[in-house]
């Protein structure tokens, strides 16, 4: 039953990614893609193989994230990529568990932007599998 609720929100969140027609050119607008591009990207590189502008400023380099479900038998680990990005599964270079790198972005406490108020948890959620989806999208087959 867990498996088919993280299917049907990984697939409700690809139906975010809506296509849009100006001009009369149709233009897909990615919130995965830019999700990942805004916090992932100078670490790990705009194709997620690990080599970002940052790369060599880092004591670590950061992993290949094309290669995430290859590296787990074939099976893209949907749970433990959910719980590094929420801060649950601690990655060092990630920064600590109260302030990871990324900041309030995916952080559910992360309250009022600017002139609107949200729901925090949802809000934190629905970026988290957009960016999980996006992920997945990504995977060396």
Request: aromatic residues 10%; charged residues 20%; positive net charge.
């Amino acid at each position: 039953m867990k498996r088919a609720n993280w299917i049907g929100g990984i697939l409700g969140v690809a139906a975010l990614c809506v296509s849009v027609t100006a001009m009369g050119q149709a233009t897909t607008y990615d919130a995965g893609k830019r999700e990942y591009m805004s916090n992932c990207a100078s670490c790990h590189g705009d194709a997620g193989k690990g080599r970002g502008p940052y790369v060599e400023l880092l004591n670590k380099a950061p992993p290949d994230l094309t290669t995430l479900a290859k590296r787990n038998g074939g099976v893209f680990p949907i749970n433990r990529v959910y719980q590094v990005i929420d801060g649950r599964e601690v990655i060092s270079w990630h920064g600590p568990r109260d302030m990871p790198v990324w900041g309030a972005d995916y952080v559910a406490s992360a309250g009022n932007q600017g002139e609107f108020y949200y729901l925090p948890e949802v809000t934190a959620r629905t970026r988290i599998l957009l960016l999980i989806d996006y992920l997945y999208r990504i995977q060396e087959k």
